[in-house]
């Protein structure tokens, strides 16, 4: 089929690349004019793992096609992806200028039937938007439909997730353009979910807020853990055992970040209220996750009370492993805190320390994370990346000030550190810090 994606980020590129790998002819558009021109020399823009393969090999073999150039985009497809942003505002709301202006470019370039699909992550009713914005801006008249086609790609194994989906949900408003869809994906070993483009619409917002209650969830578990010494890891390997719960998104810590979880469930709290619902159990979660980053700090002050003069080495940036994304990382958070609080940071990520250096340009980036602990009061462990599990720790020991842990991610097991001559502390696992 010919298809046409218009956004090349971590959701774009990814179904593009899988859409020409799975035969098809691909033209992705991005309004940004760098991006495009790295990809066409196969640069990619984003970390993603095995994606630079995949769409170097497509790209080479005719199937994959980048270009700011929507006439090309648009005439030549038969089906629209719009995979562009869906940030949020101050107040919750998705902001859809990025929906609404490819759905204006989708309009001005119409030549024929067209089937645009929603893959960003929209409130319910932006079918129906785009739907008008379309009718309104195309000059011809031009029949189409819109679908709403919702993605559920992990950033860190996106390539994998859109090869590999759990499901496949297709909302629209009639059964031959969702069967249309259903051929498109009909290679893919996934069920396939058919129903109107409202309950796509909101299955998408319904599935992370899910999954952001059960993080909030362990984690105020956690809080209970702390106040009588319980270990909230072997809670959440209690309670996960349990199949109707299941062992994921059990895991304590510095709670959710990143480009989905915090703005999708920000807006369905405030679609919500919008359509005379007030989502008070999604507000909890957010407020749960909020504390989190308070707590990790208090903890540290609680050792440090005087930060000035105190160096801490953070380890990890992105928002969670095997990604360079910084949206709405933890990380921003707690070294915003510390240096507020006059602390100075030694910082380490694999791959992420381009994307935080525009955030912070003026903290110090260590080659490693050994460089990174080297002379620091404490070692902040921020993103559970793999490597920092296979740290050698007597090393690291070695070379701090003070041999200090402070574990957002409970990735490691106390009593093995404690044996290793560190002071640990993690959340919801009993210890804090004594009042110095
Ligand atoms: P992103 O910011 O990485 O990429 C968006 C891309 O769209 C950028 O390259 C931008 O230049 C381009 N763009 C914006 N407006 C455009 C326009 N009018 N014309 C052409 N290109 C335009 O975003 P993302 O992380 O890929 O997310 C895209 C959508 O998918 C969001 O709605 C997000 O919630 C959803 N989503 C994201 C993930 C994820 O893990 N990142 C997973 C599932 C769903």
Not at 137 to 150: A, L, Y
Not at 378 to 394: D, G, I, S, Y
Request: charged fraction near 25%; aromatic fraction near 8%; proline fraction near 4%.
């Amino acid at each position: 089929m010919n298809i046409c994606v218009i956004g090349t980020g971590y959701v774009g590129l990814v179904t593009g690349t899988v859409f020409a790998e799975l035969g098809n002819d691909v033209v992705c558009v991005d309004k940004v004019a760098g991006k495009i021109d790295s990809l066409n020399k196969h640069i990619m823009p984003i970390f993603e793992p095995g994606l630079e393969e995949l769409v170097a090999r497509n790209h080479n073999e005719g199937r994959l096609r980048f270009t700011t150039d929507f006439k090309t985009g648009v005439e030549t497809a038969e089906i629209i992806f719009i995979c562009v942003g869906t940030p949020s505002q101050e107040n919750g709301e998705t902001d859809l200028k990025f929906v609404e202006a490819a759905a204006s470019e989708i309009a001005a370039h119409m030549n024929g039937y067209k089937i645009i699909v929603n893959k960003s992550t929209v409130p319910v009713g932006t079918g129906d938007l785009v739907h008008d914005i379309v009718e309104r801006e195309c000059r011809d008249g031009h029949k189409f439909d819109v679908v709403s086609n919702p993605e559920f790609l992990r950033e860190g194994q996106a390539v994998h997730d859109a090869l590999n989906p759990d499901r496949i949900v297709i909302g629209a408003s009639h059964k031959q353009v969702a069967f249309r869809l259903l051929e498109l994906y009909s290679s893919l070993q996934a069920p396939m979910i058919i129903t109107d483009v409202h309950s796509a619409e909101i299955i998408k917002y319904a599935s992370n807020s899910f999954l952001a209650i059960k993080i909030s969830f362990i984690n105020a578990i956690a809080n209970l853990c702390e106040r009588v010494g319980a270990d909230v890891e072997d809670v959440a390997n209690g309670i996960g055992r349990d199949n109707r719960i299941g062992k994921a998104f059990l895991n304590s810590g510095l709670g959710f970040g990143g480009s989905c979880f915090p703005k999708d469930v920000k807006s369905l709290v405030y679609t919500s209220s919008r359509l005379g619902y007030e989502f008070n159990l999604l507000k909890n979660v957010l407020e749960i996750n909020d504390e989190r980053v308070t707590r990790f700090i208090a903890m540290i002050q609680k050792r440090f009370p005087d930060m000035k003069g105190r160096t801490f080495a953070v380890l990890g940036l992105a928002f969670k492993p095997n990604t360079d994304d910084m949206r709405e990382a933890k990380s921003v958070e707690i070294i915003g805190a510390l240096l507020k609080l006059g602390a100075t940071i030694r910082a380490f990520d694999p791959v992420a320390m381009p994307a935080a250096k525009k955030i912070y340009p003026n903290i110090t980036y260590c080659p490693n994370a050994y460089d990174a602990c080297n002379g620091a009061d404490a070692m902040l462990l921020v993103t559970e990346w793999r490597e920092f599990k296979l740290l050698n720790l007597e090393r690291v020991a070695k070379t701090m000030k003070s041999a200090v842990i402070f574990d957002g991610r409970n990735m490691y097991d106390p009593a093995r550190k404690e044996r290793l001559g560190f002071e640990y502390y993690s959340l919801g696992r009993g210890k804090w810090p004594k009042s110095s």
